[in-house]
């Protein structure tokens, strides 16, 4: 008999991490109207078997979100509509369904195995995305958060990317979005870590990134995904290019490696 695939076995339970998670941050539940989903799919890439850390970067997606939020004064009982974009396996989408259960969720994913999971593990609203963005979201949203999709796109695939969504915000909405910047320059300069890029490739983008403040590098055997790395003030000429104006910034704000970006649409 062959033995099961990932995603044939059973979810993993985090009950117990996500207890003394949710004991360690006492001012986490004021903001929660619900308890987190505590399963993970056994699909999931991004959980690696460490409980604590796998919840603790959706808590620190919560925090950049928050931040945002106020840095343009925008009260999270206002936020009606909210899309977790490139949700994944939904290791934030958890997070965002707890925290605005009163608000219309959506989370998307050009992985349909990763948009099923959402749905059956957390009964999310799930919608699938289109590479070439081809497909429109279903509605404006008030709050759009983009976790680590950033860090592996092309230049002209993130422009295009930030025009959408800019698009695809309330007129008072807000997008969060992470992306790699010096910290994740200077690990790959150090040779810390390779982030699975191959060693020809490294200096080449090093030497685009001091250049020209973005950089990419395509994982071995792919074209037009890899790694990116962006100066804070080419991602934030970028997003002004897509109608977008920066309302804050925070070096290494998500999970203190990922920079966080929030844009709200430019003022006239």
């Known amino acids: 008999m062959n033995s099961a695939t990932n995603t044939d076995r059973a979810p993993k339970d985090l009950s117990h991490t996500l207890t003394e998670v949710l004991g360690r941050h006492a001012g986490l539940h004021k903001r929660l109207h619900k308890e987190p989903v505590a399963f993970v799919h056994a699909g999931d890439g991004m959980y ?86 081809s497909l429109p979201l279903p509605g404006k949203f008030d709050l759009i958060w983009v976790g680590s999709l950033i860090t592996h796109l092309k230049e002209e695939a993130v422009q295009h990317l930030l025009q959408f969504l800019g698009q695809s915000l309330t007129q008072t909405g807000v997008l969060v979005a992470t992306a790699h910047g010096e910290y994740v320059a200077d690990r790959i300069r150090r040779r810390e870590k390779s982030y699975n890029l191959a060693e020809s490739d490294m200096q080449p983008l090093l030497a685009a990134y001091e250049n020209t403040g973005f950089a990419f590098a395509p994982y071995p055997g792919e074209d037009d995904y890899g790694i990116s790395i962006n100066t804070p003030a080419k991602l934030t000429q970028m997003a002004c290019k897509a109608g977008l104006e920066l309302v804050r910034f925070e070096k290494k704000g998500w999970v203190k490696h990922q920079d966080c970006f929030a844009f709200i649409k430019a003022r006239t």
Request: net charge negative; glycine share 6%; with cysteine.
């Open 48 to 133: 690696a078997d460490n409980d604590a850390y796998y919840l603790q970067t959706g808590i620190s997606a919560l925090n950049a979100i928050y931040a945002s939020l106020n840095a343009a004064d925008i009260q999270p009982d206002q936020v009606s509509a909210v899309m977790d974009y490139a949700c994944g396996y939904g290791r934030v989408t958890r997070w965002l369904q707890a925290t605005f259960a009163k608000s219309s969720l959506y989370a998307g994913d050009l992985d349909p195995k990763a948009v099923a999971a959402v749905s059956s593990l957390m009964g999310a609203q799930t919608v699938q995305l289109t590479k070439d963005l």
